[in-house]
């Protein structure tokens, strides 16, 4: 594959990150239309309901003539069904664009190879797996949702340098609401800017009862994620944070709530959870979910392999005892550094 090809995609990857969050529930694709060495076109995924990527750069052109001899460069395979708009396959077709360079096929059912049929049967020069890894990388909330019928799931925690992840609340002496701050200003900065990327964050009682957290990406900006509350027996006051209406919010539990701010899914908590869970997060559309919770939840998490990611923020404070951190038995993919604070990324592959 010639360089020039990559580049291309990566444009259109970078592109893409433009349209990230406000597509949903649709995939944010990016797309870059090339004449004779030169951009003449690009786009992005509108927001869900408006158009798409290939729609975008297409209109982006201003003489069209040049269409029938460009280069189409799309991050996912090009939709062929009737949703909220007509297919792209069928527009590319149309203005004639000969050859087409996709990054990954959409698995998508409705999809699942067809675009590329039908280009392929018109005629047109095809091109598939162009930065394959990337575009996977930047549409893997979207995959994964329709592959395995659940949200994205990333774990986050921070722990102290000699591994805890609270203090010991059981302790006479210990205030039990105290919150604990472990990581440093710039990690908490960077919480919210994950929070930013993903559909929903949960949190279980406990952390809710102890931070009484608002969960938002208020010190970074962008869209807050759609909150859910894991609580059996609707423990956590209904003057928290969580029932304030400022962001969407989902409680999950076993008991009748009447909370006019909230949502309530009922679930048996006598089974496993977390199939129950990622089926009603599933209904609810949510192709993406931060759990940040404390060390119970996460476990219940780990043990049933129900995630993708993990990033764990280590600061500098020792607590000598308490409550030890979750253990991954696996390497980090990727160690960074906030300050003094180590931020650990590990994948479930």
Not at 51 to 78: C, D, F, G, R, W
Request: glycine share 8%; aromatic share 8%; with cysteine.
């Amino acid at each position: 594959m010639e360089v020039v090809h990559l580049q291309y995609m990566q444009r259109a990857v970078s592109l893409a990150t433009k349209g990230a969050k406000k597509a949903y529930p649709n995939p944010s694709v990016g797309a870059v239309i090339v004449y004779n060495g030169l951009i003449i076109g690009e786009g992005y995924t509108n927001e869900y309901g408006g158009v798409h990527a290939e729609v975008n750069a297409i209109q982006s052109v201003k003489n069209k003539a040049l269409l029938s001899k460009a280069t189409l460069y799309v991050t996912l395979e090009p939709c062929a069904h009737y949703g909220k708009t007509p297919p792209c396959a069928d527009l590319i077709l149309e203005k004639g664009i000969p050859k087409i360079y996709i990054g990954c096929v959409d698995s998508f059912s409705k999809v699942a190879g067809k675009g590329i049929q039908r280009l392929l049967e018109a005629g047109r020069e095809v091109h598939v797996g162009v930065l394959e890894t990337e575009c996977l990388e930047l549409h893997k909330r979207f995959l994964t949702f329709h592959n395995k019928q659940r949200p994205y799931v990333v774990l986050k925690w921070a722990e102290t340098k000699d591994g805890f992840i609270d203090i010991d609340r059981t302790i006479p002496t210990v205030d039990k609401a105290q919150p604990t701050w472990i990581s440093n200003s710039f990690s908490q900065q960077k919480v919210h800017q994950i929070r930013s990327l993903e559909h929903a964050i949960m949190v279980g009682t406990q952390t809710a009862l102890k931070d009484n957290p608002s969960l938002t990406t208020r010190t970074f900006g962008g869209i807050s994620p759609i909150r859910v509350l894991l609580d059996r027996t609707l423990k956590v006051p209904t003057d928290y944070h969580l029932y304030n209406g400022e962001v969407q919010t989902f409680v999950v539990t076993e008991k009748k709530g009447d909370h006019p701010q909230v949502n309530y899914i009922e679930i048996d908590f006598k089974e496993a959870i977390i199939p129950q869970i990622f089926k009603k997060l599933h209904q609810q559309n949510i192709q993406s979910l931060m759990v940040e919770g404390g060390k119970q939840l996460l476990t219940t998490f780990i043990e049933s392999d129900g995630w993708d990611e993990a990033i764990v923020f280590t600061g500098e404070s020792q607590f000598k005892t308490g409550v030890l951190a979750p253990k991954l038995l696996m390497k980090p993919i990727k160690t960074s550094f906030l300050g003094k604070d180590i931020v650990n990324h590990y994948r479930l592959d």
